[in-house]
């Protein structure tokens, strides 16, 4: 008898074996390409985090700087010579702003000065960040305006270029009383308006209502349209501080670095200690010439496996920190010259 013989066909797949090796191996791959990822993410904001913060500080440092550079501009009035003050940054009555035109000499407020940690501090600025300096700017704008053309309620400047005009400036917000004239003695001299900024670092961003938050932000109080507005410019700014170049021998540079030029610092400018500036030394806020600015900025957000055990290098002010948390922070620092007073005094 014959048996045919039976091939049996080959069946495509695998045996369990194979099945679970496969899923061995590709739990793995999964496990990797999960890690990578969760890496690259974790890279991605922090590096996201850091970009924010060192924008966050050049920008500060441009904002402040930018005006510190003008402190002190009155378009074509020199008040080289003039008695100064620090008036409060908060007032906005004309006869509280520090001006005299009638007085001989006349008097002006200080185009530059600033509170250190632990002053009292003016009463505008709200929810101040404790043991943080203020710079308070004064000038006037870059761009002229028409006396027709003056805004209701908006302090101005009017500047006298006509040597037989009674006063040598004007500054009011009543525009009956800007009749002084330019060079040819017929024409009206335009106005510029009068910008008094107080840099500070507030406590929060948002300081009220359903949206309050902790972030320390720098904020600006300006006196414009008759009153004073309080304008955030960066958050995460955690601190701000400025050392004050004096100019004690009238040549337009600066001859020692104070944290207030309107104290007696004799013994605190080596060298200086006979200099005639600190027989008056209010007046040495009309001699500051640069500013040495410090800024501290933070992440907004917390980096968990970071603990910023730092100290930071914030001038006469001292060091900020450590401070044990887990937000990352730089300083920034840069010494700025006051050109309208140093240009003046060099001259």
Not at 199 to 217: E, F, I, K, R
Not at 238 to 265: F, K, M
Request: charged share 15%; with cysteine.
């Amino acid at each position: 008898m014959k048996y045919a013989l039976r091939i049996r066909p080959r069946r495509n797949g695998f045996t369990l074996v194979e099945l679970m090796i496969a899923m061995t191996i590709s739990l793995f791959l999964l496990i990797g390409i999960a890690s990578v990822a969760s890496t690259h993410s974790t890279s991605s904001r922090e590096l996201e985090k850091t970009s924010r913060q060192i924008e966050t500080g050049r920008y500060a440092m441009q904002v402040v700087g930018d005006d510190l550079i003008l402190a002190g501009f009155y378009g074509t009035f020199s008040p080289k010579g003039a008695t100064v003050s620090t008036p409060d940054p908060c007032a906005t009555a004309l006869g509280n702003l520090g001006f005299n035109n009638t007085s001989s000499p006349i008097a002006v407020p200080a185009p530059v000065y600033g509170y250190a940690p632990g002053a009292v501090p003016p009463t505008c600025l709200a929810s101040l960040q404790p043991n943080t300096g203020i710079v308070v700017v004064r000038r006037a704008s870059s761009t002229t305006t028409p006396v027709a053309s003056a805004v209701a309620g908006q302090t101005y400047l009017q500047v006298s270029g006509c040597n037989t005009d009674p006063k040598s400036f004007v500054i009011d917000a009543n525009t009956a009383s800007f009749t002084l004239h330019q060079k040819d003695c017929t024409a009206i001299a335009p106005l510029r308006s009068y910008l008094v900024r107080v840099y500070h670092v507030s406590s929060c961003n948002v300081c009220g209502g359903p949206n309050a938050d902790a972030t320390p932000t720098l904020k600006v109080a300006e006196f414009t349209g008759g009153a004073i507005n309080l304008v955030p410019l960066a958050e995460g700014v955690q601190d701000l501080e400025a050392d004050y170049g004096v100019d004690l021998d009238a040549n337009g540079s600066a001859d020692c670095y104070v944290a207030d030029p309107g104290v007696n610092n004799a013994a605190t400018c080596t060298g200086w200690a006979a200099a005639p500036g600190w027989s008056a030394p209010l007046q040495n806020w009309g001699n500051v010439v640069t500013v040495r600015l410090h800024v501290l900025a933070r992440n907004v957000d917390q980096t968990g496996d970071w603990t910023d055990a730092r100290a930071y290098d914030m001038g006469s002010a001292g060091t900020a920190g450590p401070f044990n948390d887990h937000y990352k922070r730089h300083t920034y620092s840069a010494v700025l010259r006051v050109a309208n007073v140093a240009g003046t005094r060099e001259q």
